[in-house]
């Protein structure tokens, strides 16, 4: 028997990319999956493919950047299911622009999804999983977490404040012996609708140039099992994958 069988697990960004292909692959193990988006026309369509498979999930529509939101979305994992086993915490936006044209706006937005996101989510869940004495939080980071580039300044700010935050969450819990795994994706050039969100036209065509090696979710989603696959007392901390091309 799988590792993840019966284990609950919250996905942010549910409906589409990354946290799809996850929650499609966590479902086949076995998980309970809690799905959380904006987007209810697409959480629906995923909750009923999930259960034609066999597998189970409920959806609840949620912004990351609302943090009563998000502690609706993990008391409502723990009215239906009792527990949280794991958040995959996903929801992410790629607004990419020099700096120089002022895209304010976006900023704005990439602080709210990307680090206060990531954080209303932790601050969620946390509470539970010290009281049970275990759980599991993999944070989405990116290549842009660990290299800087021209363009893409403060999207590759959220990202390494994502890894910093991954890094002191497991700290801080391995200190206080609460057997709370944390893990740090960093993907590369992956199929998503990230692309989508950037509005600068020169910023765009570079990256769907950039783009054209990129991988499918699927190998993320896997990659997210493997960890969470992993024993009790065995933790992955920190994984980066690309296309096997890519260079940056």
Known sequence: ?????????????????????????????GAKLVLGARREERLQKLQGEIEQSGGTAIYKVTDVTSQTQMEELAAYALKKFGKIDVLVNNAGIMPQAFLFKKKVDE???????????????IAAVL?????????????LSS?????????????CGTKHAVRAISEGLRQEEAMSGTNIRVTNVSPGAVSSELLATT??????AGLDEFYKVAIDADSIARAITFAIEQPSDVAINEMIIRPTVQVG
């Not at 284990?7 to 929650?23: Q, R």
């Not at 900023?107 to 989510?121: E, F, R, S, T």
């Not at 290549?143 to 999207?155: D, Q």
């Open 1 to 29: 028997m799988s590792n993840i069988q019966d284990k609950v697990v919250i996905i942010t960004g549910a409906s589409s990319g990354i946290g799809e292909a996850a929650a499609i692959e966590l479902a086949s193990k």
């Open 107 to 121: 900023w704005d937005q990439m602080i709210d999804v990307n680090i206060k996101g990531v954080l209303y989510a």
């Open 127 to 139: 509470p539970s999983m010290r009281e049970q004495k275990s759980g599991h939080i993999i944070n």
């Open 143 to 155: 290549v842009a977490g660990h290299n800087i580039y021209p363009g893409g300044t403060v999207y």
């Open 199 to 204: 509005s600068d036209a020169e910023s765009k």
